[in-house]
């Protein structure tokens, strides 16, 4: 059974840093990504990455700020978030696609953690 655990989650304030993990018990995918939900708000793509050539693709609003990796030998993704704002304050998910190279859509996602909490004072 496929499992993904998050951990690194935490209250932060604003220009503050967090690095999201999320370890894989099997490795089977194509690629990886993480999703956000704020309360009272859809869940959300933030970044994914390819798993086979290390590919990595962003949510607009996130670029430039965040930094997403993978390690292959750990079957582990990462989720650097640097300069972190109020607005970052969500709920992160970890996913994983066993079908698709890329996609920013969660129902192509096959596999999903329980979560960790980011929160961003101001």
């Known amino acids: 059974q496929v499992q993904l655990v998050e951990s690194g989650g935490g209250l932060v304030q604003a220009g503050d840093a967090l690095r999201l993990s999320c370890a894989a018990s099997?490795?089977?995918?194509?690629?990886m990504a993480w999703f956000r939900q704020a309360p009272g708000k859809e869940r959300e793509f933030v970044s994914g990455?390819?798993?086979?050539?290390?590919?990595?693709f962003y949510k607009d609003s996130v670029r430039g700020r965040f930094a997403v990796s993978r390690d292959n030998a750990r079957n582990t993704l990462y989720l650097q978030m640097n300069y972190l704002l109020p607005e970052d304050t969500a709920v992160y998910y970890c996913?994983?696609?066993?079908?698709?190279?890329?996609?920013?859509?969660?129902?192509?996602?096959?596999?999903w953690g329980q979560g960790t909490q980011v929160t961003v004072s101001s």
């Open positions: 996913a994983a696609s066993a079908t698709y190279y890329y996609t920013q859509f969660e129902w192509h996602y096959d596999y």
């Open positions: 099997v490795h089977t995918f194509k690629c």
């Open positions: 990455v390819r798993w086979d050539d290390g590919s990595t």
